[in-house]
């Protein structure tokens, strides 16, 4: 019986990603824009804070680990922008 993939389940993993700079998780941080499941596929928009932000590499590759570690998940991937300044 195949697995099913939820958005919960997405945002539970997530939870767990934690920015280094702001020791807060990036879900609480409201990064987390856009989530779409296909079949065994996630796809993830999340908005950083900064442009240059130092840590945007860790981040995507903690996310990619703690969503790829979902049960039925076989690809992850993240497409990320920067929030926009007012």
Do not use: N, W
């Not at 939820?6 to 702001?22: F, H, N, S």
């Not at 779409?36 to 995507?60: F, K, N, R, S």
Request: net charge negative.
């Amino acid at each position: 019986m195949p697995v099913s993939i939820t958005e919960e389940k997405v945002y539970q993993a997530l939870r767990g990603v934690v920015d280094p700079e702001l020791r807060h998780d990036i879900v609480e941080l409201g990064f987390v824009h856009d989530i779409e499941i296909i079949g065994d596929y996630v796809h993830l928009d999340i908005q950083l804070t900064t442009p240059h932000c130092p840590y945007a590499e860790q981040i995507v590759r903690s996310i990619r680990e703690a969503v790829g570690a979902i049960e039925g998940v076989a690809k992850v991937d993240v497409e990320r922008t920067c929030m926009k300044e007012e």
